[in-house]
């Protein structure tokens, strides 16, 4: 289950997904498969070849990839790899706003 998160922020990670860019988001997230996990950072783009090569960087593989018929398909980023990609991105503020309930 996803909450948390902002209209204006999910309208602005489509916009930028619809734009052909590399866009994420992170929102809390609860499911029972991860235990202590409570957030996730998805990580999408409409050019699946750029999120494909984006994400073969990190070591994700093209089989993790969310396919959504809407257009806004991601990779769902948890745990110590979400941290340790938004930091390499430069995009560790949008977790730290969510970090007391990491802890």
């Given at each position: 289950?996803?909450?948390?998160?902002?209209?204006?922020?999910?309208?602005?990670?489509?916009?930028?997904?619809?734009?052909?860019?590399?866009?994420?988001?992170?929102?809390?997230?609860?499911?029972?498969?991860?235990?202590?996990?409570?957030?996730?950072?998805?990580?999408?783009?409409?050019?699946?070849?750029?999120?494909?090569?984006?994400?073969?960087?990190?070591?994700?593989?093209?089989?993790?990839?969310?396919?959504?018929?809407?257009?806004?398909?991601?990779?769902?980023?948890l745990g110590e790899k979400q941290q340790e990609i938004l930091e390499k991105e430069g995009m560790l503020k949008q977790l730290q706003s969510f970090s007391s309930l990491n802890q």
């Amino acid at each position: 289950m996803a909450f948390g998160i902002k209209r204006a922020d999910l309208v602005q990670w489509k916009q930028s997904i619809d734009h052909g860019n590399i866009a994420f988001i992170t929102h809390y997230w609860l499911d029972n498969r991860f235990p202590g996990i409570k957030t996730v950072t998805k990580v999408g783009c409409n050019d699946i070849q750029k999120l494909i090569d984006w994400g073969k960087q990190y070591g994700l593989m093209k089989e993790w990839i969310h396919h959504r018929k809407d257009g806004y398909s991601h990779f769902d980023l948890l745990g110590e790899k979400q941290q340790e990609i938004l930091e390499k991105e430069g995009m560790l503020k949008q977790l730290q706003s969510f970090s007391s309930l990491n802890q």
